[in-house]
């Protein structure tokens, strides 16, 4: 039996064995507590002045399956959660005005336990200061979300072990992460279709601020922080986006860090695997007085996908939260990310990656990374109607990328023959011996500020809770590239010499009508952006100047219908917006201004969201994007023959649906069986109007009714696992992508540079079990990645790229 067939038998046995053993757990989790009387937890809520507390939201979490229940206290402050199952609980109490109050505790077969809590009038200020990072806002505020929204939660990045942001975001329907190293550094994040390249199209955050070094001038994504720092990973598609901004065409992803606990507390994780896979994790803090302080650190390190690649980095997150009183509270954050890499840019030809589909020829290219970010967010509240959040945030991010190689048509990028080539470099021979090297050398800088305003009204007599805001943000790129002489240089001749620089001024202004079950939200967004261009060598040393700018209106419409809180039917409507890069409005060899239009398009969702039993969560989106001008920029990024063009025209449209079903919510069992899938069928992503190819010497040859390059008809994420009481957890994870075409052209058989050609569908399958063991405080885990070590093509933009091998990883998080 052959390799190919015995992996196929294995899969085959494999998952059998896994379906066979559910079901019959499945059975168990039926029976287990059938003979047995259901706990239940009841109390009430009351002040300092013992009057009760109506309307606070009472949540309760089982602590080994992460299932929450929610309810509110009555007008008498009184509570109850009947037919519980045993275990481990933990109980929080949330009311307006008041400090929040929580307790653990384990119930027993036959409980019936009573639980009183006594708040304190406290800040609201500081539960405004905990929320303003989240996008979605409150399980409250999110069934008045005019549009697709899903949240990955810590529970769920936990127990999958999620080893980068693009495998968390894979569980995300409507999205598609391409890899390129294997280490998640530089993830290539596309949303419905849309061009996954360095994440242009996507807006990234971080707690609801920007994340990329230059979203307006340069929305690419060359840094990206380790999953690690995060405990929750929220995606906003529909027309929620012109609250962020600038860019509102595909998606918003917001990554949310934790927030200091109430008491000290913390923990260390360590994980080893193959590859000389460490990651390292410390994380501690906790509340003294009215300040809480939380301190992150993660050290990752261990080799890519390919040959003579090897990742390193260092990720420090500090937080601090303070009150300032009853109705001001304070947001501190700093962090520092450090990264030394061996890896190089260039992907492999046709023969190459047939000969030998892991090699890299170019083991002295290297990346060295440092990234310092801060931000200060103060909340200010008037009263319990209006609340002011005003943000101050500004990172620095300095890149310098050395290598021999950017694309599979450079062998190597020095040869002598070549314009500025290295005289002593005749071939690929001479590659590690007298070949030099180019360094492309990046400084970014940016600072923005922005006030936002929150006020609940009563217009017309109905409901309104409306959001203002501005925002002011500078943004400065120094750009240099330094040819050098040998493999391993550092600095070398300058050749590229550039400054650009961004100013950008917005707002925004959004109200949610709500007559009852039904929310109708307008919205609009405004733009304004200044573009400066420095080319400090042209004009024989003298230099060029350019500028020019822009001015877009975004308007969004949304509705929302919610008949029971069980669901929640959304539909809307928005203008989808990016800026054009500053490198491509103004000439650089003139300081001209290049007549290229934003990319505009209009977005449209129909959708539901679903609770309609417990442990049953549901979600469906019908989506439409209609494209006025999807720009094709030219990138090494985006390949060596791509050349820039106002694109035109392009449509997108398709479903997405999203679930997960726990049977241990279902029959109030401690068994649990999970099932969670997401789903994205996209049958229409073409070139529509009239168009041409972007592809050099191809420029004539008419591309319209092509499908869009990386642009899957079918994407899936499956999941089915069992939590048992005893704290084991075991899961299996599908990932399957259909075929891809990677050029505009829709080439079928590849090119012999690599950059052309099908790309075939591919399903790669992980696996983990994670045991907890509450008496020591500590977890202990193992998880597989590519089970099968399945090799696979997943980009060749830049040359063909493979996908990531098998990776066995393992380790234990200990609590304090």
Known sequence: MNNMAFQKSFARHLVMHFVNTTAVLLALSLTATAQSKQPSLSGHVVDQNNAAVNDARITLQQTDTGIERITMTDANGAFTFQHLTQGEYHLRVIGAGFSSASQTLALSTGDDRNVDFTLQAGPLAEEVVVTSALITGTPETLQHIPGSVEIINQKLLETSRSFTSSEALRKVAGVQVRDEEGFGLRPN????????????????????????????????????????????????????????????????????????????????????????????????????????????????????????????????????????????????????????????????????????????????????????????????????????????YGAYFRRHWWRQSSNSNQRPNRLRTLSGGDPDCTGIADLNTTCGN????????????????????????????????????FETQQRRQENGDSPTSRS??????????????????????????????????????????????????????????????????????????????????????????????????????????????????????????AGVKLEATFFRMDYENQIVAASLAGGVGSQLTNGGETLHQGAEVAGRVDTGAIFKSRHNVYVRGAYTFLPDARFTGVRFSSVGGFNRTSITGNRLPYASDHTLNAII????????????????????????????????????????????WNATLNYNVERLRTTFFVTVKNVFDHTYIVDRTRGILPSSPRLVQGGLKYRF
Do not use: C
Request: no cysteine; glycine share 12%; charged share 20%.
């Open 189 to 392: 994040i596309g949303i419905r279709g849309l061009n996954p390249t360095r994440s242009s199209k996507v807006l990234l955050l971080e707690d609801g601020l920007p994340l990329t070094y230059a979203p307006y001038g340069d929305n690419a994504s060359y840094y990206h922080p380790p999953i690690d720092r995060f405990e929750s990973i929220e995606v906003l598609k529909g027309s929620g986006q012109i609250l962020y901004g600038p860019t509102t065409v595909g998606g918003v992803v917001n990554y949310v860090t934790p927030n200091p606990p109430i008491e000290p507390s913390g923990f260390v994780m360590g994980t080893f695997g193959s590859r000389d896979y460490f990651n390292g994790h410390l994380n501690y803090g906790g509340t003294w007085r009215n300040t809480g302080l939380l301190f992150d650190y993660t050290r990752k390190q261990g080799a890519g996908s390919r040959e003579n690649t090897h990742f390193g980095l260092n990720d420090f997150n500090f937080k601090s939260v303070s009150t300032l009183g009853a109705k001001q509270a304070l947001t501190l954050k700093f962090n520092h990310y450090g990264e030394d890499s061996n890896v190089t840019y260039s992907g492999l030809t046709e023969a190459e990656y047939r000969e030998s589909p892991r090699q890299n020829p170019f083991k002295n290219d290297s990346f060295y990374g440092d990234r310092y970010g801060a931000s200060a967010a103060h909340a200010y509240v008037f009263n319990s109607n209006a609340v002011l959040t005003t943000n101050f």
């Open 438 to 473: 180019e360094g492309r050398l990046r400084q970014y800088h940016f600072l923005g500020a922005e006030p936002r305003l929150h006020v609940t009204h009563q217009l017309f007599n109905v409901r309104n809770e409306a959001d203002f805001g501005l925002r002011v943000h």
């Open 492 to 613: 070398g001749l300058l050749v590229e010499n550039n400054e650009r620089r961004n100013q950008a001024y917005s707002g925004f202004a959004q109200n949610r009508f709500i007559f009852g079950e039904w929310t109708i939200t307008p919205g609009i967004r405004l733009e304004h952006v200044k573009y400066e261009r420095t080319n400090r060598l042209a004009n024989a040393g003298r230099g060029v100047f350019g500028r020019t700018n822009l001015t877009q209106i975004v308007p969004g419409l949304g509705v929302s219908y919610t008949p029971t809180d069980k669901l929640t039917v959304f539909g809307g409507v928005h203008r989808g917006f990016a800026p054009p890069r500053t490198e491509d409005v103004i000439n650089n060899t003139t300081g001209g201004v290049v007549e290229l239009d934003p990319e505009l398009s209009w977005n449209y969702e129909l959708g539901l969201r679903s609770t309609p039993y």
């Open 721 to 764: 696992g069992y939590s048992h009481p005893s704290g084991i957890d075991a899961l299996m994870e599908a990932n399957y992508v259909s075929e891809q075409y990677a050029d505009d052209l829709n080439t079928i058989q590849p090119t012999a540079d690599g950059q052309r050609g099908l790309i075939p569908k591919y399903t790669v």
